[in-house]
């Protein structure tokens, strides 16, 4: 297997005094996806927080390629290729699609132009749109635009918190097609999902969170045929 | 789950005596923002005591028309009524006294409140919301919070959420506050919910038990669910009749086997996956 690009080597962290992750471990190696699935208040949105900086991690350890980045802040981050994408409020409505792709590679100054023009490669539809406002986007097209923004700075690991939520089954369909892309550019994910079944199919790894902690990890394929995962997790 | 105590019954009579009655009709309904039209002459209607499902592309046009009902927007043209009764641009606290709440795609939680607090605020004309029925009249008071306290438990443990009842509502997951929304709609006794989204981002283990749940919350007491929701397995198991939209208006309707025939939903909205 390939150096490991994210290690996330037992962090605990939470909101204020209410602790939610209580030592988590996870690995997420060169051009992989991981998916981490599990039930409501497992913590999973709370680690992607956590690992971009936007809490604090106490005790814990963070490493992005092989730089220790523990509680480093968002801004630094990006710039040594971590991106992020939250499950809301992702994108900025009031700007157009341009120039939401400007506030992807807003750190770094220079001519951007290629990267635009690959971006708008890996997504045509978004092309052709570029003068318009992204608040009249629909909310696939939106969800496709912030992935879009995340890669403006060609990062080495990107964070999605839960991509196919409130997207039509043919858009959820779409999306997982770019993730999958996105990996073969040669970027890994990690990926939290709700749909477990769909994340698990695109993934290579995936872990299982629940209160907090970590409950099993594996082979994707194997998790989804695990019977215990389905029954508990997958609804199946 | 399945021994929790159903909330108070509304003041209607259970739905399957007129199960065929409408509730909710909508009658070429049109909203315009600037020169886009993202309800275009819609017509459709929901029976009494029906769930009935909502699906369609993103950017049909469905909470927009959930907020056209709820009155959070104005319609441009065209007439809603509810019981017969024309509520199209009401203000959403009329609309809400008349019986009809609803939940958010995105969660509108008081954050800086306790779940149970969050739950207990609903009712309204409380005693104690007046000062002086807290000096004069405190048992009053207090046993009236106190059974709304009860109904706030009922309604937590029904929705699975009874071990955060004195988590600040911010500290939830996003799941957690699409069921938290649920529970609050429910506070209310309404006669009519309307969920958008209530399975985004909520496990779908857990989801499988509130599809019974909210079953039997239209058997027991008649309440009509009017549901937004991408996944067509949630669509099929919980809903009576579906409603397709496309480009602000209703392109077709039926039950979950025959929209997911249908080959205009499949172009539209499905994809291939369902063929």
């Known amino acids: ?236 | 789950m399945s021994s929790t105590k159903l909330p108070n019954e509304p003041s209607q009579s259970p739905a399957q005596e007129s199960a065929t009655e409408q509730i909710l009709s909508i009658e070429d309904v049109t909203k315009s923002f600037g020169g886009v039209r993202a309800v275009n002459a819609c017509t459709l209607s929901v029976a009494r005591g029906s769930i009935t499902g909502l699906i369609g592309p993103n950017g049909a046009g469905k909470t927009t028309l959930f907020n056209l009902i709820t009155g959070f927007l104005k319609p441009t043209s065209g007439v809603i009524r509810f019981n017969g009764e024309r509520i199209g641009g009401w203000p959403p606290h009329r609309i809400f006294h008349k019986g009809i709440v609803r939940t958010f795609q995105i969660p509108r939680e008081l954050k800086s409140m306790t779940v149970i607090e969050n739950l207990m605020l609903v009712p309204t004309n409380q005693t104690g919301e007046r000062i002086w029925n807290s000096w004069f009249f405190p048992f009053r008071v207090s046993a009236e919070e106190s059974q709304i306290f009860d109904r706030a438990e009922d309604l937590l443990e029904f929705v699975d959420l009874i071990d955060l009842t004195d988590e600040y509502a911010a500290n939830l997951s996003g799941g957690q506050k699409k069921l938290l929304e649920l529970a609050r709609a429910l506070m209310s006794n309404p006669q009519m919910i309307l969920l958008d989204e209530p399975g985004a981002g909520v496990n779908r283990v857990l989801m499988a038990k509130l599809v019974t749940n909210i079953e039997r919350l239209r058997n027991d007491l008649g309440i009509t669910f009017f549901v937004i929701e991408h996944d067509m397995d949630l669509i099929a198991r919980l809903c009576d009749e579906v409603i397709v939209m496309s480009e602000g208006a209703k392109l077709a309707q039926g039950t979950a086997d025959e929209v997911r025939a249908n080959e205009e939903v499949l172009d539209a909205y499905l994809g291939g996956q369902y063929r």
């Open chain 1, 1 to 236: 297997m390939s150096s490991p690009v994210l290690q996330i080597e037992g962090v605990v962290t939470g909101y204020g005094a209410v602790e939610i992750l209580h030592g988590v471990d996870i690995v997420v190696h060169e051009a992989e996806i991981v998916a981490i699935i599990g039930p409501n208040g497992a913590g999973k949105s709370t680690l992607l927080k956590a690992i971009f900086g936007l809490l604090t991690v106490d005790p814990g350890h963070v490493t992005l390629l092989t730089e220790g980045c523990t509680n480093q802040r968002p801004d630094q981050l990006v710039l040594k290729g971590l991106g992020y994408v939250p499950q809301v409020d992702n994108v900025f409505p009031s700007m157009t699609i341009n120039e939401n792709l400007e506030m992807g590679a807003y750190v770094r100054s220079g001519d951007l132009s290629d990267r635009y023009e690959r971006v708008y490669q890996m997504f045509p539809d978004l092309a052709g749109r570029r003068g318009e406002l992204a608040g009249r986007l629909s909310g696939g097209q939106r969800q496709m635009l912030a992935l879009a923004r995340a890669l403006m700075l060609d990062p080495k690991v990107l964070l999605l918190d839960e991509p196919s939520a409130s997207l039509s089954p043919k858009m959820v369909g779409t999306i997982f097609e770019r993730i999958a892309a996105i990996k073969k550019a040669g970027t890994a994910i990690l990926l939290v999902e709700q749909n477990a079944k769909e994340a698990l199919s695109v993934s290579d790894r995936g872990y299982v969170l629940a209160m907090g902690e970590n409950r099993l990890e594996g082979d994707a394929q194997e998790l989804l045929e695990n019977e215990d995962v389905g029954r508990l997790y997958l609804g199946t």
